[in-house]
């Protein structure tokens, strides 16, 4: 025992941020919370645990060590504590509980909302967060990077999460850094896989979804570069900033950097417009590269998806009456990097458009100054270069490449229905006046078809390609290359999203490329089947060993069901999207119940889909993507949602199943979770430890006398239960008062006898004499609560007021005298009745009263705490009358003393649980046992304090309090 008590001292002594606990959690709407969403009025119990969860995001990141989780409870987290969010180089996991759909991190137009500047490793993990609504904006010459994530010398994982709405800008060119709206890595390792960059907006001069440098404006900082793996992310209506000299990078841009961007989606991102700067007086270029933009950086583009991207238009230049270039590269564009681009769809993009007599941007797929780029089994269809009112055209609406030393290979592309200028390719070398040098492409196993105005703007090097209008070259045709639905649903050729590009068996492109040229590891298309496959229907007149390669991005035989390789029929498409049933499970829906028809259309034609997600509620939950606990073929957030289970927890599982996993406990078996019994009040938790009172604490009879405007008693009449002069009283009773306002009367022997009784939470032992008049022994504070069982004791001796003593559970209150003037002598008629709940016609008790002891013996504390929780034996000396209430029925009870009935005048029995202290339990073990035993021995003799284990309150560890000790022996305690 003494053992434990030393580890308790040293374990309290501990700071709570250094006590292990492996899981943290924060609620900005606890149940235990006095002031939800204000981190500035905390639960006092607040501790991180997951009945006191931290408010606020910080505190939790502050108290974790690392190797510890953070756990968000869904809501949206504002102010401070929630932004400017610091692991302080700790590897911790921040995760939230439900999603970023359930868990907002809202900057309320402050920021960044997280930062990353400790040496954080991949170790540490964001996962399933929305972080939005980060502003960040120079003052001076100050940083303002990353108004949602700034991240410099660290590589955290950030995972699932969404960043949306958040802006970084620079209106007076103030700062040195105004890049990266989104987010911001310096020097950095990051991961970066499954999240959505979705409306972000960056400065003047960097990347908006995400930006990532080196040597960034101001100062000639130098710094190390990036290398960032970016996996399976969405980046949607991201924009860089307008005005100053044209920024890049829509949704990302990057310099001296190397990244690995792959599996990615870039929708509808943009270039900022040109735009006045008042340090020159002119307008600067539009932004480029709305999807991606980079410089002196290499790229890996793996299996993206790039479609609706478009640069920003130009600006005009007031000193020198020009106009200054429009944004190139609608989806990429580099500038000094070296690039490797595979297995993307570049689909309806452009260049930024031109103002009056100022000319278009270039490459409204790609746009390469002085870069190495190569590109395989990628599509590019519908994109257009700039356009201008009355200005030139820009040049290459699927490639543009420029710049001496710049290179450009082509590998198995199929490039189509690209618009003005240069067509599908442009290349300045067939500009030899700018004196750019020579940029020559080469094209090898591509096809190039029905672009606009010309198909090549520029000297190429071609060989086993499909060139419409022809091209020197080994093994090049000129051919309908026999695409299977160019028009797509709405027929436009010209919008690629709904094109069907992909050679029909038999096309002359079939078995007609150069098997030596294709890539090691290019063992597939653009479809994701398989390559050198055979089409019987075509000849073998390309280069190697069969099976030959096909011209461009598809293989006509590749391997996919049978109805992706047959021509469209309008009855195999049930959903109308202009593909043939099985090949729209294949490639772009799914068939989960495998029925042969694909989930939208099974969807459609009512099966179900509760949340709303796409996916049939079977599949979700045969599959373990959802949850269905108690096995009813709906998803629990459903049932939940529905109201058809109960959640009281809002921890999106049934309460049945949190009982039945043994998540919660039901110690009462009643199906709700004891946390919510206690919460909404259908349980008392006398002792707060989280169980029903029922499911521990003893459960006892007692009356209700109803409230204040009840005048219900309990009375008995007879002279037995009088105090004559000079003789003692101690009056004892158990109190669970539901409001503790006004006068209450406990005990009275009326009309003017002696009286327990509270008055607004205050204690008060009354009597009333001829000799002296009316004369209170009240308790200084209040100290009686509402809402619980109260143990309440007055001990007098009549005729002697220095001796009156109040007890309230055991414990001895300070309490003062309000005397009448006179003798103290009682009023001792024998016709006055022993009422309980009340005085004649007035104070009327409101709440239940319990085990009533009335004697005519000063009553010791020692005494009073041991026998509060026990029946007195019936033959206790100084026992004058005992109300048990044990009846549970009827209109009279028994005094046990005199063993006579007792009138019950409208009281109702009730069945409770009275919170019984265990004051012998020393340990607070909820047990009274051998290490109680041993605790009080090893102090025996010894004063208190500081000794355990003096019960008695007498200052001194000695038999009576053995006594206690064991006569509780082996009783269980609250």
């Given amino acids: 025992m003494i053992a434990r008590a030393v580890l308790l001292i040293i374990t309290c002594a501990i700071p709570p941020a250094a006590i292990a606990q492996s899981t943290w959690y924060v609620d900005d709407n606890a149940l235990s919370d006095p002031g939800p969403g204000d981190t500035a009025v905390s639960d006092p119990a607040e501790d991180g645990t997951a009945g006191h969860p931290f408010d606020a995001i910080q505190e939790a990141l502050d108290a974790a060590l690392a190797g510890d989780t953070v756990l968000l409870r869904d809501g949206t987290y504002t102010g401070l504590g929630n932004i400017k969010l610091n692991f302080a180089g700790k590897d911790l996991t921040l995760i939230s509980q439900n999603g970023p759909a359930a868990c907002i991190i809202d900057g309320q137009d402050d920021g960044p909302l997280l930062v990353f500047a400790s040496g954080e490793t991949p170790a540490s993990v964001v996962q399933g967060l929305t972080l939005r609504n980060g502003r960040r904006r120079p003052v001076a010459q100050s940083d303002a990077c990353g108004a949602g994530i700034y991240c410099v010398d660290a590589s955290p994982t950030i995972f699932d999460c969404v960043i949306a709405e958040n802006e970084v800008f620079d209106l007076d060119e103030a700062g040195d850094c105004f890049e990266g709206g989104g987010a911001y890595f310096q020097r950095s390792d990051a991961r970066i896989i499954d999240c959505t960059f979705r409306e972000n907006h960056g400065g ?135 690039v490797a681009v595979h297995n993307c769809r570049v689909i309806d993009n452009r260049a930024g458009d031109g103002r009056p007599n100022g000319g278009g941007g270039n490459g409204g797929g790609i746009a390469l100054f002085e870069s190495n780029a190569t590109v395989i089994n990628s599509l590019f269809a519908g994109n257009s270069a700039g356009r201008s009112d009355s200005g030139p055209l820009g040049r290459g609406g699927g490639i543009a490449s420029e710049g001496p030393g710049a290179t450009l290979t082509v590998i198995n592309c199929t490039l189509a229905y690209n618009l003005p200028a240069g067509g599908a390719i442009h290349t300045d070398n067939a500009l030899p006046t700018r004196g750019d040098g020579p940029s020559i492409p080469v094209l090898v196993n591509t096809i190039v078809r029905a672009n606009a105005p010309v198909q090549i703007d520029g000297i190429v090097t071609a060989t086993y390609s499909n060139i419409e209008g022809g091209r020197a070259g080994t093994g090049n045709i000129d051919a309908d290359p026999h695409f299977r639905g160019p028009g797509g649903v709405d027929g436009n050729p010209a919008t690629g999203f709904d094109g069907d590009y992909r050679p029909a068996y038999g096309a002359p492109g079939n078995d007609a490329a150069d098997n030596t040229a294709v890539p090691t590891a290019a063992t597939t298309d653009l479809d994701g089947g398989a390559r050198f496959t055979d089409d019987p229907n075509a000849p073998d007149t390309g280069n190697g060993t ?79 993507t959802t949850a269905d606990c108690d096995g009813n073929g709906v998803p629990d957030t459903c049932d939940v949602a529905a109201g058809t289970a109960e959640d009281c927890n809002a921890n999106g599982i049934p309460d049945s199943c949190d009982i039945a996993a043994g998540v919660a406990s039901d110690c009462n078996s009643n199906g709700v979770p004891d946390a919510c019994d206690i919460a909404v009040g259908t349980s008392d938790d006398c002792n707060a430890d989280g169980v029903p009172d029922e499911c521990i604490a003893p459960e006892r009879i007692a009356l209700d006398f109803g409230s204040n405007a009840d005048l219900f008693d309990v009375s008995i009449a007879g002279a037995n239960y009088v105090i004559p002069d000079e003789e003692p009283v101690t009056l004892e009773a158990w109190v669970y008062p539901r409001s503790i306002a006004g006068e209450q009367t406990v005990i009275s022997k009326r009309p003017n006898n002696y009286a327990l009784r509270i008055v607004d939470g205050r204690v008060r032992f009354r009597f009333v004499s001829p000799a002296s008049g009316l004369n209170d022994f009240t308790t200084t504070a209040v100290v009686v609560p509402a809402g619980q069982w109260t143990h309440l004791a007055a001990v007098h001796t009549f005729g002697d007021s220095t001796a009156s003593l109040i007890y309230v559970n055991g414990q001895q209150v300070a309490a003062t005298w309000d005397q009448g003037s006179g003798g103290s002598a009682p009023n001792t008629d024998p016709e006055q009745d022993l009422v309980i709940g009340r005085l004649p016609d007035a104070a009327a008790f409101n709440g239940l009263i319990d085990e009533v002891r009335v004697w005519n013996r000063r009553r010791s504390a020692a005494r009073i705490a041991e026998y509060m929780p026990r029946p007195v034996p019936t033959g206790a000396v100084g026992l004058l009358a005992h109300f048990p209430f044990d009846e549970n029925a009827g209109a009279t009870t028994l005094e046990r003393v005199r063993n006579a009935d007792a009138g019950v005048n409208g009281p109702g029995w009730v069945r409770d649980h009275l919170c019984l202290p265990c004051v012998s339990d020393l340990d607070a073990s909820g047990l009274v046992d051998l290490d109680d035993l041993a605790a009080l021995l090893a102090n025996f003799g010894a004063a208190a304090p500081p000794a355990e284990g003096d019960i008695d309150s007498d200052g001194f560890v000695g038999l009576s309090d053995l006594a206690r000790v064991l006569a509780d022996f082996g009783r269980f305690c609250d």
């Fill in 204 to 338: 003047s001069a960097g990347g908006e979804g995400l930006f990532i440098k080196q040597n960034g404006p101001g100062g000639g900082l130098f710094a190390r570069g990036s290398n960032l793996l970016i996996e399976g992310c969405l980046f949607e209506r991201n924009e860089t900033g307008h005005g100053g000299d044209g920024g890049y990078g829509g949704a990302i841009g990057a310099f001296n950097s190397t990244l690995i961007v792959r599996n990615c989606g870039f929708l509808g991102n943009r270039g900022g417009d040109g735009g006045f700067r008042p340090v020159t007086s002119k307008l600067g270029a539009g932004a480029s590269g709305a999807g991606l933009g980079g410089r002196n950086s290499t790229f890996t583009v793996e299996n993206c998806w790039f479609q609706d991207n478009e640069a920003g238009a130009m600006g005009y230049d007031f000193i020198d009456g020009f106009f200054d270039d429009a944004g190139n590269g609608g989806a990429m564009w580099f500038e000094q990097c070296t």
């Fill in 546 to 624: 069969a099976p030959l390669v096909d011209m461009g991005a598809y293989e006509a035989n590749n391997g996919l069901p049978a109805d992706c390789d047959e021509p469209f029929d309008p009855s195999l498409d049930c959903n109308g999207n202009g593909i043939n049933d099985g090949c729209d499970i294949y490639t772009v829906d799914s068939d989960c119940d495998g029925n042969l028809v694909p989930d939208t259309c099974d969807l459609a034609n009512g099966a179900t889909d509760c949340n709303g997600n796409g996916l049939h509620d079977s599949c979700e939950i045969a599959d373990g």
